[in-house]
T-cell receptor, first 114, second 116 residues
Framework: GNSVTQMEGPVTLSEEAFLTINCTYT??????LFWYVQYPGEGLQLLLK?????DKGSNKGFEATYRKETTSFHLEKGSVQVSDSAVYFC?????????????FGKGTRLSVIA | DSGVTQTPKHLITATGQRVTLRCSPR?????VYWYQQSLDQGLQFLIQ???????AKGNILERFSAQQFPDLHSELNLSSLELGDSALYFC???????????????FGPGTRLTVL
């Protein structure tokens, strides 16, 4: 089946540290890949996405590159801020006759301390 | 603000009861998705509607049902509630006219259901 595996958290970093959150996937097909972020007490927000191999999604200083050869979509940020503290979800979607429900990883909680 | 609205924000009820959660999609979006977020199961897809018709089904219990109305808003009905149904329920919407890899889902703020 289709699945997403994320590194387990929580991840605690100091402000301005480098962030990597690993994400790998298994899919019966060619998925689109997404990172969503959930800030405390809020819903999910789309952070970035990539729809084909070697695409790089980027937003708010975060980046992730779609690596088909390693089935990975790792999230990176060069310098985190306290405001980046949230839960990050990696997800995939497979288009099949218009059905595109998302398959999520379990989420990685990030805490950034000043 | 994603443009997807959900009501109510919080719901507290007792076991055995029935509740209805409501979702209004972004203007122009034809697809509505329901997801359940719980501590033990994570985020799980429940069901998708496209322009009033059921399009895909995930891990939705038989006690749960949903529908999408002509104005495209959707309702998720949960009945014979159990303690384990306590969770955050999210609605998402997308354009969904042709689906495809660029069809991005936008999420509402969620409804927190507590079953006592």
């Amino acid at each position: 089946g289709n699945s997403v595996t994320q590194m387990e958290g929580p991840v605690t970093l100091s402000e301005e540290a480098f962030l990597t959150i690993n994400c790998t996937y298994t899919a019966t097909g060619y998925p689109s890949l997404f990172w969503y972020v959930q800030y405390p007490g809020e819903g999910l927000q789309l952070l970035l996405k990539a729809t084909k191999a070697d695409d790089k999604g980027s937003n708010k200083g975060f980046e992730a590159t779609y690596r088909k050869e390693t089935t990975s979509f790792h999230l990176e940020k060069g310098s985190v801020q306290v405001s980046d503290s949230a839960v990050y979800f990696c997800a995939l979607a497979l288009w099949n006759s218009g059905n595109t429900p998302l398959v999520f990883g379990k989420g990685t909680r990030l805490s950034v301390i000043a | 603000d994603s443009g997807v609205t959900q009501t109510p924000k919080h719901l507290i009820t007792a076991t055995g009861q029935r509740v209805t959660l409501r979702c209004s999609p972004r203007s122009g979006d034809l697809s509505v998705y329901w997801y359940q977020q719980s501590l033990d199961q994570g985020l799980q897809f429940l069901i998708q509607y496209y322009n009033g018709e059921e399009r895909a089904k995930g891990n939705i219990l038989e006690r749960f049902s949903a529908q999408q109305f002509p104005d495209l808003h959707s309702e998720l009905n949960l009945s014979s509630l159990e303690l384990g149904d306590s969770a955050l329920y999210f609605c998402a919407s997308s354009v969904g006219q042709r689906g495809g890899p660029t069809d991005t889902q936008y999420f509402g703020p969620g409804t927190r259901l507590t079953v006592l």
